[in-house]
């Protein structure tokens, strides 16, 4: 067992009160956080704001170095960290090695991007009114920033806050999620213990609401980084004021199969883009919209592709799926299920609870008018809907409050043009699932899927301010 403790800057402070995280998959205790208050928050805030004014002075050659020798020390505790991160959120440890590789990427190209942060020179004697002079802007570090993570992917969510905000010259408090703070501790002592770390720059707190909703309303912070479910997401932009926001919150991807589409490669990805990780990702494909003369084989073939997932204890290094984050999840995901049988869909595949892990879940059948496709399920269940056509398809993927990212399967030119074109979401993937992310890019959602981008070089701008200078 790990037990985490609270950084107050660079000082590693414990707590009598314990809070205690049982594995989803075994029940038992893996890690415990130190129970933090509103003013254990507060104060984190001070000493992020004194920092700050050392870490914006901050040469950036020792930020790229930080950055750099934190990936380099990750690497060399992979399978701590993979182990970890299994045994806090049940996820299969080969999606936990997957996790460490896409964090030290993530470090290292938040690195590479920070050499290419620069501003431009402006014409200032362009217009009548203007006069001849030195004039440039650039990017600042924008101050205090507030890093809030969910649990889904507790070690490289973290990264896509910490690194970006560092390495532009932020000071930092993360307030992780509480189903993984061993994962995030670990984690931040990479950063607090490295030769190249800028005193108190980063503090850590444990909490839920209390924790959260200090650091989001008191006037020190800058810069507010969230990424969880829209409810929360609405209360951080009604507390906050006036800062910078970033949220990356809910989805409900879909994706339209072609009657053009490769029927067992886009049957295998789609249970790929399902189910890996439980379906607990906001880009899991939750609906398929599917052309109706392919839609019998369609279904035929996704069932067969679903009940090939090797699914069981997240410790087998060939185990696709793992448990949900918790009980409570199971039930939930159960009564998606039921609902929709109900209402005249029905189960070609998984459906059930199986040794305490709800089963990949295929649903055919389903209808506009279904609770299992309005709302994000964040469970692995997915629903295939039959379509006439693209214009059918794109209507019905763009009638959701959510807007993260789609997909199609097709071999026409043309409707991948159109896909780009009408598909209302932040992110488009053709002829793969929409659950596909690459780290390096632009990352994001439109609509109640969020504000603000992830991916290095994009979220150091979310990081940074732009000032600008006139020499006369």
Known sequence: MIEAKIFMGSKEVDRDGKSTRRS?????????HPLCSAEDANEALKIAKRAFSESKKTPLSQRIAWLRDVAAKLREQKELFSKTVTDEIGKPIMFSRIEVDRCIETVELTADAL????????????????????????????????AITPFNFPLNLTAHKLAPALGAGCSVVLKPTPEAPATAYLFAKLFIESEYAVKDALSVVYGDAEVGGALVS???????SFTGSVPVGEIITKSAGIKKVSLELGGNAATFVESSADIPHAAARCAFGAFVNSGQVCISLQRIYVDAPIYDRFVEAMASETLKLKVGSPYDDDTFMGPLIDKEANER?????????KEGARVVAGGEIVDGIFAPTVMADVTDDM???????FAPIVSLVKVEGFDEAAKKMNDSPY???????????????????EFECGGIVVNDVPTVRFDIQPYGGMKLSGVGREGPEFALEEFTEIQSAVIL
Request: net charge neutral; proline share 7%.
């Open 115 to 146: 050499t290419h942060l620069r501003g431009e020179t402006i014409p200032t004697d362009a217009t009548p009114s203007g006069r001849r002079s030195t004039a440039f802007w650039r990017r600042v570090p924008a101050g205090v920033a507030v």
């Open 218 to 224: 008191s006037p020190i912070p800058r810069v507010i």
């Open 371 to 377: 609770k299992i496709v309005c709302e994000e399920v």
């Open 403 to 421: 807007g993260l990212q789609f997909s199609i399967f097709t071999d026409s030119l043309e409707l991948t043009q159109r896909a780009l074109d």
């Open 333 to 341: 995901a159960l009564s998606w299920v039921k609902s929709a049988e």
């Open 24 to 32: 989803p998959y075994s029940g038992e205790i893996v890690s415990s």
